[in-house]
């Protein structure tokens, strides 16, 4: 019983002592041409010496390195303000709705208007609040320009 117990182990810990592959990464990135325009965003999926492949929900995109111009990490400011919006918005309407008494006396109002209410003023604050957090993203661009020595300088950045 003891062998058993010591070979499962054994068997399920291989895994720990493998090498660290850079492929299971989760790191966000955009992608810039030369010119500055955005050519692709997505997950890392695999980096090589000439090009960086991105994991775009389904599809996945090879970008070769002469084409890339600037990489910016983490996703834009837009996204932390809209998704602020959308969680402050449900979370407000759902209060609102839960609240609402039509036959109070002072305060009246019905689930729909309590839905609305909660919505402009829970996207607002939302809003706000992924504004706010906008200061605190820490989010890098890296200038490569077409450049083998630039691009291995961020491989060498990327992978620790």
Do not use: C
């Not at 919006?85 to 449900?90: C, L, M, P, R």
């Not at 829970?122 to 450049?147: H, Q, R, V």
């Amino acid at each position: 019983m003891k062998n058993l117990i010591f070979a499962i182990t054994l068997i399920l810990s291989i895994n720990i002592y493998s090498q660290n592959r850079f492929e299971k990464t989760k790191a966000f990135v955009r992608v810039y041409d030369l010119q500055g325009k955005k050519i692709g965003k997505g997950k890392i999926l695999s980096i090589s010496d000439t090009s960086l492949q991105l994991n775009r929900k389904v599809a996945s995109a090879e970008i070769p390195v002469n084409s890339i111009g600037s990489i910016k990490t983490k996703r834009s400011a837009g996204h932390n303000v809209l998704k602020g919006a959308v969680i402050g918005a449900s979370t407000m309407a759902i209060l609102g709705a839960a609240t609402a008494n039509p036959d109070d006396w002072f305060l009246a109002y019905s689930a729909g208007e309590g839905v609305a209410v909660g919505a402009v003023f829970g996207g607002a604050g939302g809003a706000a609040i992924g504004g706010i957090t906008i200061l605190f993203k820490n989010s890098k661009s890296y200038e490569i320009n077409g450049d083998l020595k630039k691009w291995k300088a961020f491989n060498e950045i990327i992978i620790k």
